[in-house]
Nanobody, 112 residues
Framework: QVQLVESGGGLVQPGGSLRLSCTSS???????MSWYRQAPGKNREFLAT???????NYADSVKGRFIGARDNGKKTVYLQMNSLKVEDTAVYYC???????WGQGTQVTVSS
């Protein structure tokens, strides 16, 4: 089974930035990878998909603020989160649409 491990979450002030990482136990070359988040009491929300060829689509809620990236050699995808808002507080998850695997999530808390 593929394992996905997220890291990089933490506590940040509004307006601050964080970079999340998701490392796969197997190759991600040519395969799409996605980021989701889930806030308390809310449904899991799609954020971005980084396609196998590197093209990225974003949810409207994060366009212009969040930037996805991938490093196939490191088997890692990233989510650079800028201009963070309190509403961004959630557990952030990595997901592999090609294998239906989820990471365990990493907590992001935006608070003053």
């Amino acid at each position: 089974q593929v394992q996905l491990v997220e890291s990089g979450g933490g506590l940040v002030q509004p307006g601050g930035s964080l970079r999340l990482s998701c490392t796969s136990s197997t190759t991600i070359f040519g395969r799409p990878m996605s980021w989701y988040r889930q806030a308390p009491g809310k449904n899991r929300e799609f954020l971005a998909t980084i396609s196998g060829d590197g093209t990225i689509n974003y949810a409207d809620s994060v366009k212009g603020r969040f930037i996805g990236a991938r490093d196939n050699g490191k088997k890692t995808v990233y989510l650079q989160m800028n201009s963070l808002k309190v509403e961004d507080t959630a557990v952030y998850y990595c997901y592999s649409p090609w294998g239906y695997f989820w990471g365990q999530g990493t907590q992001v808390t935006v608070s003053s």
